[in-house]
């Protein structure tokens, strides 16, 4: 039996790793489970809806705000969690600080790392500093699972192996189409907080929009410009609602809450601001809203598995397929830029259809099963 480490902290991770983390368990393998603490606040939630209960939880102190403390501290937490467990295989996932440092200190102690969605770029310095902590795990990494072509393609050309290279699909798509089937068959009234469902009925006939943004780099002005972009919409379009989660950092809500504060108050009643969903509400957001804008990856990836048109408040993405597939636009942060790509999505049925993706690019539902049985194998015949 091989134990697994499963290096995790942070909302997006906990919901991509739950898929591998339930089919090495079905398998007979041992996985271990580390929190890294760096979501601390809706964690928990996760790890109980999966049934992936930590084994091992580092409680951060953040007694500094910046990068070098937050690394300093993941860094001796994971190194001592590695030198109890003593792994076969790490497993980290994306490009947060936990994954990063995960496999830095993996390779420290010499246990092989695992990288699932591997080999995402975008070739700029942004987003911050998510794009160099997936060049460096790229460079620290024995198995690279990147979810498309594309992925792989990035990863060749920066001189990974060919056979370490695995493409595989993402796992965020496992667990979307997971989460769903469980919707359709026990129902999903719950899934979405008392104020979002009582909005909801409210307007029942109005066409519903999804907004999230939290990229540091979107921080301060261009968040504030997208709020005002959704004021606009809003006046434009009677028929009209959105539901925007707003990011827990109070300096992000307030400059968000700041420019609606100002509109007028037939548009401010289609608007539901609301706390961070937990996943089950956030997917069946998804699988019911017109289309979203969103700074998200994650939610770039879940949109598509449900035909539903993304525009990307961002200048660049890691996750170009999708734009390629003509499922995504770019619009940055610019307030004409979006209130124009997203009125043609409103007042063009035909240009709606056309960014209505049939398959979606990240995967099948299936990608979790594949990177297993790659592990198992390699495993096996060591």
Not at 264 to 287: F, G
Request: overall charge negative; proline content about 7%; hydrophobic content about 40%.
């Amino acid at each position: 039996m091989t134990t697994y480490l499963a290096c995790m902290g942070t909302r997006p991770e906990i919901i991509k790793m739950a898929p591998i983390y339930k089919n090495l368990q079905a398998r007979g393998e041992n996985v271990q489970v580390l929190h890294t603490g760096q979501h601390e606040d809706v964690a928990q939630a996760l790890y109980t809806f999966f049934d992936m209960d930590p084994d091992y939880q580092i409680q951060l102190k953040r007694r500094l705000p910046g990068l070098s403390d937050l690394t300093a501290e993941l860094l001796q937490g994971i190194d001592r969690v590695i030198t109890e467990v003593k792994p076969d295989v790490v497993l980290v996932q994306g490009d947060t600080a936990s994954a990063f440092v995960g496999a830095m200190a993996s390779y420290y102690r010499d246990v092989p790392v695992a990288h699932i969605e591997a080999g995402l770029r975008t070739g700029q310095h942004d987003p911050f500093p998510e794009e160099k902590n997936r060049e460096l795990i790229g460079r620290l990494a024995h198995w690279h699972f990147p979810p498309t072509a594309q992925a792989a393609d990035n990863l060749r050309r920066e001189g990974v192996p060919a056979q370490q290279i695995h493409e595989v699909g993402n796992t965020v798509i496992d667990a979307a189409l997971w989460v769903k089937s469980q919707m359709d068959q026990h129902g999903a009234p719950d899934a979405l907080p008392p104020e979002v469902q009582s909005f909801l009925r409210s307007h029942g006939a109005s066409r519903l929009v999804l907004v999230t943004a939290h990229r540091r780099e979107n921080w301060g002005r261009p968040i504030q410009l997208i709020a005002s972009a959704v004021g606009i919409l809003l006046k434009l379009h009677p028929d009209l609602t959105v539901v925007w989660p707003l990011h827990p950092n109070p300096s992000v809500r307030a400059d968000i809450q700041s420019v609606f504060s100002t509109l007028d108050a037939a548009s401010q009643q289609r608007l539901c601001l609301t706390d961070p969903l937990e996943y089950p509400a956030l997917i069946s957001l998804l699988a019911r809203c017109h289309f979203c804008l969103t700074d998200s990856g994650g939610i770039q990836e879940e949109a598509s598995a449900f035909h539903c048109p993304v525009l990307i408040t961002r200048d660049s993405t890691e996750r170009q397929e999708l734009v390629d597939a003509g499922g995504a636009i770019l619009v940055g942060t610019d307030p004409h830029r979006i209130v124009e790509q997203a009125s043609a999505l409103l007042n063009n049925p035909w240009a709606y259809r056309a960014m209505q993706v049939h398959e979606s690019p990240f995967g099948d539902g299936h990608s979790a099963q594949r990177i297993a049985d790659v592990l198992t194998c390699a495993r096996n015949t060591h």
